[in-house]
């Protein structure tokens, strides 16, 4: 895409539905000569290349991308789905500036704007938006990565002096990983075990500064470099130990929980774990940026590997002089179209996801039940976008064959800097038992003062009925499913209902099952370690077929709003290739589980192979609608194929 050449009709209304709420973000930032575009093959050090994000981060610091997630307080527009669909485009393009720009701007000024009160937002982020104030995030320990909960790190509140004492008591202690740490950062919101009176609270966020304004590290701060990574070498990842550093009381982030003149702590939420969980619920943008950060980089593969194999010729049809272009081939055909299907199904559910998230941070939505399904349902996509793009990122470099190794390509640094967002903001594995759990328990709030093995066994022994939400488009999906043909019958997969209703079904056996599984631990004598851990598998794959069904509803309600003609035609046939791929690669199950007979199962794949015959004649379309311009995307093979 290009000023010069405008979308087709088609490929535009297509643009218009996965551009979704915010597509004037969108819009203005393909349009912006400023955005950063990643540089392939770009060969600089270290330093350089940390020295360059830095820059590139500053340059967007007081932008209407950041000013959108600033509070209104503080000049901001408040518009959190405005940010993160800002941050998101920018996974297009520099993944270490979108990375570092995530960890500035939605980490560090979102710990802050979401955890501090109104003292705190005027004092620090005017700091954190311009970048006159480098900030990091340090959450993650050596010994406690995903358990969180547990970290070691403390902040003892000294009556005496009216400070909070920041200590890391042993190795396993170390911030580890903290972006920003190694090199830029001047303040930490540091996570840790507040302690007042000689008594837990739990975990809170306090902010550290960690650098004097001539970079040099503060008293009782060691600050030591993680060094090159696999990728994302602009980010500065560094780790922080503590002995005994002394900040003011008022460094504490005290919406959760404060510490008064007196000394006295209090909350206005009792439990300890409950108000864990709620303050990471608050901090769920960072979670949603990585998806869509994901979602983006794979689109970008997907587009370069598609044009790459609508131009690339090998070997003769044998019916003429012509040589084959090798998206003709329906090996290749197979290696793309699928998994271009499945990125519209997941940024569509991105979309739908940004969407809630920007409700619930508007207060247009106050529910605690769908805070937590907000929370469960990005750990979901978070997990399985992240896991599609490194999936897909690698099938798009085959793709391109020794082309797709080149440096110039894209794939290479594709691949390297995306491949850590399957651990980082959260390890998808650990992810998908929580979006499980949350399954199992369905939100209710009394299961927030039990941790995650504690509520699944609860949630289990209440009941082995799941209840399905249909949280996108429910009026739509319900009518749908209403209309729907038996689930025996030929034509079920042929009707929109019955794609649902199948994938409805999967899941609903999941979460039964599963639930019966884990009510042995509640019998007398029972391990419930043993049980719930024999049964983790189970529980991973019923979150996967949650996400699943997620991504198809959001799939078609999009489609419901685009108007009636190609666009939408195609859109619809994109839909079905979703759900005869996915249901494809899980066809052992339905026939394991009496779903589908062998001789349908059989017809799922033929029709699998029909529908990437239909979609083959439209791939430049849909990868044209992702509408991401040609200057983000310059690749020395596409210049290759024009001069053959």
Known sequence: MSAEQPLDPVADQIRTVLDGRWAGVRQQLRADPDFPVAVPALELGLEEHRRRTLEMCTRLGGSDLVRAGLPESVGGAGDVGASVTGLEMIGHGDLSVFVKAGVQFGLFGGAIAALGTERHHQRYLPGAADLSLPGCFAMTETGHGSDVQSILTTATYDPATDELVVHSPSPAARKDYIGGAARDARLAAVFAQLVVGGEGQGVHCVLVPIRDEDGQPMPGVTISDCGAKMGLRGVDNGRL????????????LDTYGAIDDEGTYSSPIESVNRRFFTMLGTLVRGRVTVGGGAGAATRSALTLAVRYGLERTQFHHPDSEREVAILDYRGHQRKLLPRLARSYALALAQNALVEKLAAIASGEIDSEHEQRELESRAAGLKAMTTEHATDTIQACREACGGAGYMSLNRFADLKADTDVFTTFEGDNTVLLQLLAKGMLTSYRTEFTDLDTRGAILFGARQATSSVIEHTIGGSLIQRLLSGAPGRDGDDALDDRGGQLALFEDRERHLTETLAMRLRRAGDEGADQFAVFNDAQDHLLETARAHVDRIALEAFVTAID???????????????????????????????????????????VVARTNQLLGEVRPHAGTLVDAFAIPRAWLTTEMMDDLAEL
Not at 565 to 593: K, M, N, Q
């Open 241 to 252: 130990m503590f002995d005994r550093v002394r900040v003011p009381r008022d460094n504490l």
């Open 561 to 603: 709003t685009a108007p009636e003609g190609p666009a939408r035609e195609l859109l619809a046939t994109v839909c079905d290739l979703y759900v005869f791929s996915t249901v494809e690669a899980h066809r052992a199950w339905y026939i394991e589980h009496g779903r589908l007979s062998s001789s349908q199962a059989k017809g």
